[in-house]
T-cell receptor, first 111, second 114 residues
């Protein structure tokens, strides 16, 4: 059963605007959450993470928000750039090594 | 550049014919992972090696095995591939186990089963 869900398979955003990618999880034992970015023909690369003791983590244009009560996290990209066009995977773990991934959201940033 | 390399990038095999996928790393990481990603699905961890210690996920079919002859190399063996084993296979490494150890992924091997 899918413990990490990304319900939007795709998202299109204009350059300069905000991209918001959403992720929901079902396992309340998850305590560390990550976002990976994947370009075609390449492996996923780590983007940003957040521990369950925080509700926000920011790194440049990328911010991840965590709402534990709703079991929801989101990735905000501001401003979006064409080079951000990629598939974004949400992942979660319970302090272990095993990453539970979502199916990914394909982001297209148009000029 | 230090990296995770997977060979071949594309592999075609016949139903029931054993196949081996290869992964190598120049990062000198202790942990190597194999993930399976079927079309439009999430990557799913099959197993990992922590140094020489093999760790199988509970729901990984017996058809899938792995070898790690040294720190740099790890192999995924599929003994009798079925049509349902067609997928992208991703290798990843991390310095140590635990959530805070970033996993570095290779580009994947896409397996087709005829």
């Amino acid at each position: 059963d899918q413990q990490v869900k990304q319900n939007s398979p795709s998202l299109s955003v204009q350059e300069g605007r905000i991209s918001i990618l959403n992720c929901d999880y079902t396992n309340s034992m998850f305590d560390y959450f990550l976002w990976y970015k994947k370009y075609p023909a390449e492996g996923p690369t780590f983007l940003i993470s957040i521990s369950s003791i925080k509700d926000k983590n920011e790194d440049g244009r990328f911010t991840v928000f965590l709402n534990k009560s709703a079991k929801h996290l989101s990735l905000h990209i501001v401003p979006s750039q064409p080079g951000d066009s990629a598939v974004y995977f949400c992942a979660a773990t319970n302090s272990g090594y095993a990453l539970n991934f979502g199916k990914g959201t394909s982001l297209l940033v148009t000029p | 550049d230090a990296m995770v390399i997977q060979n071949p990038r594309y592999q075609v095999t016949q139903f029931g014919k054993p196949v081996t996928l290869s992964c190598s790393q120049t990062l000198n990481h202790n942990v190597m992972y194999w993930y399976q990603q079927k079309s439009s699905q999430a990557p799913k961890l099959l197993f990992h090696y922590y140094d020489k210690d093999f760790n199988n996920e509970a729901d990984t079919p017996d058809n899938f095995q792995s070898r790690r002859p040294n720190t740099s190399f790890c192999f995924l063996d599929i003994r009798s591939p079925g049509l349902g084993d067609a997928a992208m296979y991703l290798c990843a490494t991390s310095r140590d186990r635990g959530a805070y150890n970033e996993q570095f992924f290779g580009p994947g091997t896409r397996l087709t089963v005829l």
